[in-house]
């Protein structure tokens, strides 16, 4: 039997949590391929590990990667440029 205390541990995923940290070490599948779109089509909101994050392709269809969405409420972003409308 678990403790709450070490349940809380091994649960928690969030950004900068132990089990989170190890948790991003391993490759997560997220979204398949095909249901992202057309090239410079609208980017498509995924959540993984407690995380908002945006995928979209590039003008040659290239899956560019993952960002954190730009919103009104927090303007900043990780390294990338992909506005989404709420």
Known sequence: MVTVQENELLTRTGFGSPMGDVMRR??????LSWKL?????PPVRVKRLGEEL???RDTNGRLIGWCQPVTTISPFMAGCSVQ???
């Open 26 to 31: 391993y490759w997560i599948p997220a979204l």
């Open 37 to 41: 779109g057309e090239p410079d089509g």
């Open 54 to 56: 945006v995928a979209f």
């Open 84 to 86: 989404v409308k709420e």
